[in-house]
């Protein structure tokens, strides 16, 4: 049996302008928002397996280190250049072409928004779009589970729906960005249509039981000691509904640990009984303050991290504010709070 939903209606006009910017000569350079995810960072990885398939010159240039966790992703790691080295520069230089994916706003692209220039640029992205997201041509489309849907209804689109046999590192490129963004298919996101492509990503060879391994089920012991160390210092509102994790520097320079780790700690605080928004605190190289924002339903956190410069989903979201990690945390405590008394929401439990 072939499992290979319908591509929505209301997505093909994009799609068949971004594969004709695609089929075009000259060199492509993809890239996402800092300190990618498994979404942005599979989605690159999918479309430039595609791409490199095809004949086409293609480079991964992100204004933050491609994350190890994902780098197998990309059948020649050659294509992956690293941010500030030479071969980034060269691809940025000969780039006609410019894919964003996994993001449409130039503040989360870095280094790499200044790069762009007034060269053509596509975006492919499942955030709500804002009033200063990149214009131009593309697919944003908050309907979609992860930027990897779209890359999977582009790639799709291109072989006919149904005339196409995509290299296993595709697949498992889109597998993983579904499954990542959608918290192995618990959160609110997780579509019927997800469960579908994840049935023909599987039907095309997937391994779910590797893929789980490889992300989930291997971790440096760094990692489990950061998260000791980061459970010391959760906190929670007696009254109202914010629980929050506080990660020493001191502690993270101690382990090594890389941004990497820090995935699904905030995880931790959203899990507590009776907590509607979970914050995770952690300061940046140059003294600011990275801060994750997750809900559990009611509050919007795209609103909130918004209001610190950020953005992202209405259930998780993020932001950097340019305050030491002790500022930073109280205003964006007060934020949250402000938002859960105008709610009207308490601590229950039970």
């Given at each position: 049996?072939?499992?290979?939903?319908?591509?929505?209606?209301?997505?093909?006009?994009?799609?068949?302008?971004?594969?004709?910017?695609?089929?075009?000569?000259?060199?492509?350079?993809?890239?996402?928002?800092?300190?990618?995810?498994?979404?942005?960072?599979?989605?690159?990885?999918?479309?430039?397996?595609?791409?490199?398939?095809?004949?086409?010159?293609?480079?991964?240039?992100?204004?933050?280190?491609?994350?190890?966790?994902?780098?197998?992703?990309?059948?020649?790691?050659?294509?992956?250049?690293?941010?500030?080295s030479e071969r980034a520069a060269w691809a940025l230089r000969a780039a006609r072409l410019f894919v964003v994916l996994d993001t449409g706003e130039p503040r989360r692209l870095g280094r790499i928004?200044?790069?762009?220039?007034?060269?053509?640029?596509?975006?492919?992205?499942?955030?709500?779009?804002?009033?200063?997201?990149?214009?131009?041509?593309?697919?944003?489309?908050?309907?979609?589970?992860?930027?990897?849907?779209?890359?999977?209804?582009?790639?799709?689109?291109?072989?006919?729906?149904?005339?196409?046999?995509?290299?296993?590192?595709?697949?498992?490129?889109?597998?993983?960005?579904?499954?990542?963004?959608?918290?192995?298919?618990?959160?609110?996101?997780?579509?019927?249509?997800?469960?579908?492509?994840?049935?023909?990503?599987?039907?095309?060879?997937?391994?779910?039981?590797?893929?789980?391994?490889?992300?989930?089920?291997?971790?440096?012991?760094?990692?489990?000691?950061?998260?000791?160390?980061?459970?010391?210092?959760?906190?929670?509102?007696?009254?109202?509904?914010?629980?929050?994790?506080?990660?020493?520097?001191?502690?993270?320079?101690?382990?090594?640990?890389?941004?990497?780790?820090?995935?699904?700690?905030?995880?931790?605080?959203?899990?507590?009984?009776?907590?509607?928004?979970?914050?995770?605190?952690?300061?940046?190289?140059?003294?600011?303050?990275?801060?994750?924002?997750?809900?559990?339903?009611?509050?919007?956190?795209?609103?909130?991290?918004?209001?610190?410069?950020?953005?992202?989903?209405?259930?998780?979201?993020?932001?950097?504010?340019?305050?030491?990690?002790?500022?930073?945390?109280?205003?964006?405590?007060?934020?949250?709070?402000?938002?859960?008394?105008?709610?009207?929401?308490?601590?229950?439990?039970?």
């Open positions: 049996m072939r499992y290979a939903p319908e591509i929505p209606p209301h997505r093909r006009d994009a799609l068949v302008q971004i594969l004709e910017a695609l089929d075009a000569d000259g060199d492509v350079v993809l890239t996402t928002h800092v300190n990618a995810d498994g979404d942005g960072a599979g989605s690159e990885a999918a479309l430039a397996n595609w791409l490199a398939a095809r004949g086409v010159p293609v480079a991964i240039v992100n204004p933050t280190p491609f994350p190890a966790l994902f780098r197998h992703l990309v059948a020649d790691p050659d294509r992956i250049a690293d941010p500030g928004a200044g790069a762009i220039g007034d060269r053509p640029v596509v975006v492919i992205d499942h955030h709500p779009v804002t009033e200063t997201a990149i214009p131009g041509l593309g697919l944003r489309d908050t309907t979609a589970c992860a930027t990897g849907e779209l890359v999977y209804d582009l790639l799709r689109l291109a072989g006919r729906e149904g005339d196409d046999a995509w290299p296993h590192p595709i697949a498992e490129a889109l597998y993983t960005a579904i499954l990542t963004d959608t918290g192995s298919f618990r959160f609110a996101n997780t579509t019927p249509r997800a469960h579908v492509i994840a049935a023909d990503l599987i039907e095309r060879g997937v391994d779910p039981e590797e893929v789980y391994r490889r992300i989930y089920a291997t971790v440096p012991m760094r990692r489990i000691q950061l998260l000791r160390a980061a459970l010391e210092e959760l906190e929670a509102d007696p009254v109202l509904p914010v629980t929050w994790i506080t990660v020493p520097r001191a502690v993270v320079e101690e382990l090594g640990a890389t941004t990497e780790d820090m995935d699904g700690i905030v995880e931790y605080a959203r899990s507590i009984e009776g907590t509607e928004v979970a914050l995770l605190f952690r300061e940046t190289p140059d003294g600011g303050t990275k801060v994750s924002f997750r809900s559990n339903g009611e509050v919007d956190v795209n609103e909130l991290a918004r209001r610190f410069g950020g953005g992202g989903h209405v259930k998780a979201a993020g932001a950097v504010v340019g305050a030491p990690i002790g500022p930073a945390r109280d205003q964006v405590l007060e934020a949250t709070r402000e938002v859960l008394r105008r709610l009207e929401m308490r601590r229950r439990i039970g």
